[in-house]
């Protein structure tokens, strides 16, 4: 058999017929630029009369199962407390749950779960092996996530959901190759909502949007659930909005909203829109509702610094003050510092602090966001030379990032390039002129200075 074509377009396989997307979703908060993890597939718990034996078939009751809330599954599991697959999946919806009303507590209640379902079938569980890798993708443990990826895909290779975990791993891991090889994989076994998303971001990681906005768009029409359309509808339009297409953009969000008004990603992928079309009021309607409903750190420190743009440095300071809370509780628990968590810093704390932060981060995630804010801190800090590098390593893979090309932008001036600083500025203009609130219109006064030097 020929290795997958790891620089084409995923084969989509025909089929006779379209398999319903079994899956959850799990979203990464890996900062407010790129993409982030996307579907889950799990394979449907058992038939009743083999309650003990994880089933790799499909099936009715098993699809509908995992869309289940969480007490559904509780419920389930009073009745048939020693089904191992049962548990599993009762651990992957508390790893959704905890997506959306960010409380990572219920991480442990997921990890509960799963762990139960392991100690009740240790060998063969790759639902549970599968539910561990992505539990550790979600609390950025991305080394361990590798692991448990291995061991669920060696135990059942044909499992797409442990593929897709495995591709997410080796994703943050900087192991880009690796990962489009197991994004084929999902894609040539099942062709779903969850395969197709991926597939997209591998495009969007190469920098190739249009390709990307085409397999997130069958994306949207494989699935089969709210949530799988939601979170569609989400990245198409941010990948319209991160190209500077603010109409189709904010289409897209409306879409969606529609459909889940009260989805976090979607308000905040709106709220960025309207502010991209000079719409502030709207912009913090629609951040004020996300972070009611979900309090995660890159809605916070959108809303604050859409607030500092328009001069209401009192009610920006409000919201960084959160963000420093959030920031000690994490640092209080021994959790690992996120992307906005670091840009947070270098902008509006200690940039020292910041290089601290992401030299730790950068150790379990060689990931090109992490590279990119590893060179923003360590500008801020006056180390120019060893932010340049990194910069470079956050642009190696051809992704099209305005805020990438604005950071080294600043890197390039601040070590007297000024051709190198002016390519970059029109680059990050040109890719989204609206890409940050305050950092877009510092790009256009930098790029009026250059030109009146010369």
Not at 96 to 125: F, I, M, V, W
Request: charged share 25%.
């Amino acid at each position: 058999m020929p290795p997958p074509e790891t620089n084409a377009e995923p084969r989509i396989p025909r089929t006779g017929r379209r398999r319903r997307l079994r899956s959850t979703l799990v979203t990464l908060v890996l900062g407010s630029v790129l993409f982030t993890v996307g579907a889950v597939g799990l394979d449907p718990p058992p038939t009743d009369d083999a309650p003990d034996r994880p089933s790799r078939l499909g099936g009715a009751a098993g699809e509908a199962s995992l869309r289940e809330p969480v007490e559904a599954l509780r419920e389930r599991l009073r009745h048939l407390p020693n089904n191992p697959v049962g548990w599993a999946h009762l651990g992957m919806a508390y790893v959704q749950q905890a997506r959306t009303t960010a409380d990572p507590t219920t991480y442990a209640r997921g990890e509960s779960a799963l762990r139960k379902s392991l100690k009740l079938q240790p060998a063969d569980n790759f639902q549970a092996e599968t539910g561990m890798g992505a539990l550790a993708s979600a609390r950025h443990d991305f080394p361990s996530a590798l692991a448990w990826a291995r061991k669920a895909t060696a135990t059942n290779p044909s499992s797409p959901a442990a593929h897709g975990v495995l591709a997410d791993a080796y994703t943050q891991l900087g192991r880009y190759e690796a990962s489009y090889r197991a994004v084929q994989r999902m894609t040539d076994l099942r062709p779903d909502a969850a395969s197709l998303a991926r597939a997209s971001y591998t495009w969007e990681l190469r920098g190739d949007t249009r390709r990307a906005r085409e397999l997130m768009r069958r994306s949207l029409q494989a699935a089969s659930t709210g949530p799988e359309r939601s979170f569609a509808r989400t990245h198409l339009a941010l990948l319209a909005l991160e190209t500077g297409d603010r109409v189709t953009a904010l289409r897209e969000a409306n879409a969606g909203l529609r459909a889940a008004p009260r989805d976090p990603a979607l308000l905040e992928a709106r709220a960025r829109t309207h502010a991209a079309l000079g719409k502030p009021r709207e912009a913090v309607d629609d951040y004020t509702t996300a972070i009611a409903i979900a309090p995660l750190p890159q809605y916070l420190l959108g809303l604050g610094e859409l607030h500092e743009s328009l001069g209401r440095q009192e009610q920006a300071e409000t919201l960084y003050g959160l963000l420093r809370a959030q920031d000690r509780l994490r640092t209080a628990s021994g959790g690992t510092p996120d992307v906005d968590a670091i840009l947070f810093e270098a902008d509006h704390g200690d940039p020292d602090k910041a290089v601290v932060m992401c030299r730790h981060v950068l150790r379990g995630r060689p990931f090109i966001a992490v590279h990119d804010a590893c060179a923003w801190a360590l500008h801020r800090a006056g180390s120019d030379e060893q932010a340049l590098e990194h910069a470079g390593q956050a642009l190696a893979l051809g992704t099209r990032s305005a805020p990438f090309h604005y950071h080294r932008a600043r890197i390039h001036h601040a070590l007297g390039d000024l051709d190198a600083t002016r390519e970059d500025l029109d680059r990050a203009l040109a890719i989204d002129p609206h890409f940050h609130p305050l950092h877009a219109t510092e790009a256009r006064t930098m790029l009026r200075r250059i030109d009146g030097t010369r």
